[in-house]
């Protein structure tokens, strides 16, 4: 045997199912095109609120505050795609794996289910570590 038909030989089949890529895309897409919009609107309110007491009264002074204003909304809409689309596909992907998990061994007929349950499962384990830090944090 040669180099080169030994590697082919110790090469290994690895599959991923299609939906394990596919479904978490979508979330990704979705959280991404959510996230624009709340982050540019959310973006718009909090630069009204700081900027409420100080309006410009030159005709320069407007083109300066809606110049920056615009600047700041596309941020807050970049921030926010990058927010939660990542937040909707770890969560899509997270249940995806459980879902595959639970197939793997032998458990189709409880797999969506499951993956449910699992992903709930690590929520309330995520808010239940991480929400005492942040009370404790208030209260100091």
């Known amino acids: 045997m040669n180099d080169a038909q030994q590697v082919k030989s110790a090469s290994y089949a690895f599959t991923i199912p299609q939906r394990m890529y ?10 991404t095109v959510v996230g624009v919009n709340r982050g540019a609107r959310l973006a718009s309110l909090r630069f009204l609120a700081e900027n409420a007491h100080r309006t410009p009264t030159t005709q320069k002074g407007w083109y300066y505050y809606h110049k920056t204003k615009n600047y700041r909304v596309i941020l807050g809409a970049l921030r926010g795609a990058a927010r939660d689309g990542a937040y909707l596909g770890a969560t899509t992907l997270a249940w995806v ?6 197939n793997r061994l032998g458990w189709e007929r409880v797999a969506m289910s499951g993956a449910g349950v699992g992903t709930a499962g690590l929520f309330c384990g995520l808010c239940e570590g ?3 830090l942040k009370q404790d944090a208030e209260e100091a």
């Open 22 to 31: 596919t479904v978490p895309l979508g979330a990704v897409l979705l959280g």
């Open 97 to 102: 794996g459980i879902e595959q998990g639970f």
């Open 130 to 132: 991480f929400l005492p």
